[in-house]
């Protein structure tokens, strides 16, 4: 099973529930109190849209157990002296790996958020996600052409331009080494 939550330096990832994403679609007043953080003012930011809540929530309701850590992921920043914990951006896979180990990533973090590493941070939160099931291979992600800052965001976490898609988009692309686990 995959773990439901993990901490980068600045960041605690929080994989979403049926119940989270619930709120967050139909009681918007109680996600914040669910979730223990404030919300940005933007939020949903960017490619995290009602579609896509909806989408994760038809998963994690189709799947089960199963598909816990599967879908979305919310990305809290980590409470300071001057600052609640807040949250700042969202992203996940899209579904468990295929039969050759291949999982999608992506993400997305409130403009008031960006250009503070944030994003590269909730890449690598996803990575060691994938690393920790020790069944994913090779990680995918997309990004818009002309889009310099989720590229890198991508690079700095190894992954790899491997070219145009078919619907305009960049492929990008990483391995995956599983998590070495101490005894």
Known sequence: MIPLITHTPRLTLIAASRALLTAELDKPR??????GAALPADWPPGNY???TMRYFLEQLTAGGRTAAGWYGWYALRKATDTTPTTLVGAGGFLGPPDAAGTAEINYSVAAEWRRQGLATELVAGLVQQAEQTE???RLVAHTQPHNPEAEEVLRRNGFELLGLEADGRLRFER???PAQISQ
């Open 30 to 35: 109680y996600f914040p109190v669910l979730l």
């Open 49 to 51: 849209d009602v579609a």
């Open 135 to 137: 069944m994913v291979q």
């Open 175 to 177: 391995a995956v080494t």
